[in-house]
Each structure stands twice: as structure tokens, then as C-alpha cells.
């Protein structure tokens, strides 16, 4: 009576551990740099959901609100904070710090037409770049480079 045995030999085994390490270590660097472009993306959609709060909170409580980039602070009705949650996102902007909105959504000391925000990451090299106008408003702009 010959029983034919089942299962897996040790070298198969190996063989196939050998293959996935093969293939994780394609996928690694990809999945790496998937985490880090959802890191800048995130940074990027939260400022812009701060500076329309910031905006429409002036308008809907009819007072001036500031919203401070790079700020750790507590919000308040008036005073609203935003940074990013990631040391390797950083916001290029300057030397502005906040941004003052009016009660009718204008922004308040503006001296240029509009102002551009670049959120860059340093890993990727990529940066994110959004542009505020006088007039309070958000227009998207193409990805730049750090």
C-alpha cells in the first residue's frame, strides 16, 4: 500500500519565502513613497479647509478672524490654528504667519493681488501650492518642486 504524502517540502517552503521577500522588497520603496505623497496631500487639503473656516467663520460671526500658520494653539472664535502633523511637510510661505480675515471674507493687510502658499515635502521633493487672493478666495495651483 503506497500512501502518497501531502503537504509541502522544506525546500518548496523556501523557495516560496524567497519569492515574497523577492517581491516585498519591489513594493517597499512604491508603498514608501505612496505614505509620503498622502502625507503631503493630507497637509495640503487641511490648510485649505483652514484658510475656507477661517474665511467663512469671519462672515458668519460678522468679526475679523485670524488664522495663525504654524500654530499649535488652541482655536478660539476668533483665532484659528493650523500646522502640519508631519515634521517632514513644511509650509513655504515666507514671513507670513497669519492671515487675517474681514467680516465680508476680503483678507485684511493684503498688499499684493494674491498670495501663494507652498506645502513641500522633503522626501519627495514635490511641494503642493495653493493661491489666496484679496478677495479671500482658494485657487489650486500646479505641483511645484522644493
Do not use: Y
Not at 493650523?82 to 514671513?95: C, I, M
Request: proline letters at 1%; glycine letters at 4%; aromatic letters at 6%.
Amino acid at each position: 500500500m503506497n500512501k502518497k504524502n501531502r503537504g509541502f517540502t522544506l525546500i518548496e517552503l523556501m523557495v516560496t519565502i524567497a519569492v515574497f521577500g523577492v517581491i516585498a522588497a519591489m513594493a517597499a520603496p512604491s508603498f514608501i513613497n505612496t505614505i509620503n505623497q498622502r502625507q503631503l496631500d493630507t497637509a495640503f487639503r487641511e490648510l485649505s479647509i483652514a484658510m475656507i473656516n477661517a474665511r467663512s467663520q469671519a462672515v458668519n460671526i460678522r468679526q475679523e478672524v485670524e488664522l495663525n500658520l504654524n500654530s499649535t494653539a488652541a482655536n478660539t472664535e476668533t483665532v484659528l490654528n493650523w500646522r502640519s502633523k508631519t515634521s517632514n511637510v513644511v509650509l513655504e510661505n515666507g514671513s507670513v504667519t497669519n492671515i487675517v480675515f474681514e467680516p465680508m471674507g476680503n483678507v485684511k493687510s493684503f498688499n499684493q493681488t494674491t498670495m501663494v502658499f507652498s506645502i513641500c515635502h522633503s522626501d519627495l521633493g514635490i511641494s503642493r501650492r495653493l493661491q489666496l487672493s484679496r478677495l479671500g478666495t482658494i485657487t489650486i495651483l500646479a505641483e511645484g518642486t522644493c
